[in-house]
C-alpha cells in the first residue's frame, strides 16, 4: 500500500498533500499490483519528475509554438475547432489530445470502474482529486513494458515515458529517494544503505548501488510501504543493516 506518509518522506515536504493522498488512494484503489516495493521505485521517479513533485496536474499553457501545434493534430485525435487547447495535458502523467481522453475513458470503463465519467467529455475532471491518478494508471499499465519495470530498467521505462531520456538525471535522483524510503531509509540516506548492502561506501547512487537497490526492493515484496517507514534508531537500523547484508547474501549466490 501506497500513503501519503511515504510521498512525503520521498518529497521531503508536505506541500501538495492533498495531491500526494488523492494519488495514493488512486493507486491503492485501481493498481494495487503496482504497490509493490519494486514497482513502487519505479513509477514514482516518473511521476514526481512529469508533475515536478505533484506541483503541476495540468499543462502549463502559453501557448507556445509546440502547443498551438496541437490544433488538427490528427494522431492526437484533436479533430475539432479547440481541440488543442480543450485536451491539453493533464494528471501527473498528462495525458493530451482528444483521442487519448477517449482512449482513457474506454480502457477504465473496461478494466478500473464502468461508473468513471466520459474524461472525453470533462477533461478537467483528470486534474481534480477525485481521479487524479487514473490518466497515470492507464498510461502505465498501456505504454510502459512490464518486463522492464521487473528488470528495474530506468532507461527503458523514461523512454516509454518520455519518448526520449529528457530529465533522465532527476528521474534517477527521485529513484534514489524513493527506493531509499520505500526501504526505511531517509531519503538521502545512501551512505547507510551501501554500509548494509556490503558494497563500497562512497554516497554515491551509481549503477551498482541502484542495482542493489532494485534487488532488494524486489526481496521486500508484499511488505508495505508503511511497514518499512521507521524511526531511525539504532536497533532499526541494525536490524535493517542484517536484513539487506542476507538479500544481498542471498542474490551473490545465485549469481
Known amino acids: 500500500m501506497l500513503t501519503t506518509e511515504t510521498l512525503i518522506a520521498i518529497t521531503g515536504n508536505e506541500r501538495y498533500a492533498d495531491r500526494k493522498a488523492a494519488f495514493a488512494e488512486r493507486l491503492n484503489a485501481y493498481a494495487p499490483s503496482q504497490t509493490a516495493p519494486h514497482r513502487l521505485a519505479q513509477l514514482l521517479p516518473q511521476v514526481l519528475h512529469e508533475s515536478m513533485a505533484f506541483r503541476h496536474v495540468r499543462e502549463i499553457w502559453g501557448p507556445t509554438h509546440a502547443q498551438l501545434g496541437y490544433e488538427g493534430r490528427a494522431d492526437l485525435g484533436n479533430v475539432r475547432a479547440g481541440d488543442g487547447r480543450r485536451f491539453m495535458g493533464r494528471d501527473l502523467i498528462q495525458c493530451t489530445g482528444r483521442g487519448n481522453y477517449r482512449g482513457l475513458t474506454e480502457w477504465v470503463h473496461a478494466n478500473l470502474d464502468p461508473g468513471a465519467p466520459d474524461f472525453e467529455e470533462m477533461p478537467e475532471l483528470l486534474e481534480q482529486p477525485e481521479w487524479l491518478g487514473v490518466g497515470v494508471i492507464w498510461y502505465w499499465t498501456t505504454r510502459v513494458s512490464a518486463s522492464d519495470v521487473e528488470a528495474g530498467n530506468i532507461e527503458m521505462i523514461t523512454r516509454q515515458i518520455n519518448g526520449g531520456l ?20 531517509g531519503c538521502d540516506q545512501v551512505r547507510a544503505f551501501q554500509s548494509a548492502a556490503g558494497i563500497a561506501v562512497d554516497g554515491l547512487s551509481g549503477p551498482k548501488t541502484r542495482a542493489a537497490l532494485h534487488e532488494t526492493l524486489v526481496a521486500l515484496d508484499g511488505a508495505t510501504a508503511a ?20 538479500f544481498m547474501n542471498d542474490a551473490a549466490r545465485l549469481i
Open 166 to 185: 529528457n530529465g533522465f538525471s532527476d528521474r534517477l535522483q527521485w529513484f534514489d529517494k524513493s527506493a531509499l524510503v520505500l526501504l526505511g531509509y
Open 227 to 246: 511497514d518499512r517507514l521507521r524511526d531511525q534508531s539504532s536497533g532499526d537500523i541494525d536490524a535493517l543493516r542484517t536484513l539487506v547484508r542476507g
